[in-house]
């Protein structure tokens, strides 16, 4: 994650440290809540506090990655990989506003009947 914010220090459009970025945020998103869940589910003296900040901290994780991938976004606005990471996150975060406009963004891309609904 250093390096790659060190690239982006050097030259902010480059695409690659962006995305990558955002992928690290999303993979410790994944990671936290995947643990919340086990903390919930397989202790029978179930941590309700531990679980709550797992949960807290991959929301702040979920956050940092769609500020990545918007940066990236920003920098090609045209890839649909990073445009429907971002659907995926905002849907998690219940951010309907920010989705739908994923989503017309998605759309007004529209080519290859790739569209989304």
Do not use: M, Q
């Amino acid at each position: 994650e250093e390096l790659y914010n060190k690239s982006l220090e050097l030259n902010p459009k480059f695409f690659n440290p962006a995305y990558n970025i955002g992928r690290i945020y999303l993979k410790r998103n994944d990671i936290k809540a995947k643990h919340a869940d086990y903390l919930l589910k397989v202790f029978i003296k179930k941590d309700f506090k531990k679980a709550a900040e797992f949960e807290d901290a991959a929301k702040a994780d979920l956050k940092t990655a769609a500020e990545k991938f918007e940066a990236a976004s920003a920098i090609d606005p045209t890839d649909r990989d990073v445009l429907n990471v971002l659907k995926r996150i905002y849907y998690k975060l219940h951010d309907k506003e920010k989705e739908n406009s994923v989503i017309e963004r998605l759309n007004k891309l529209g080519d290859e009947g790739n569209s989304i609904e």
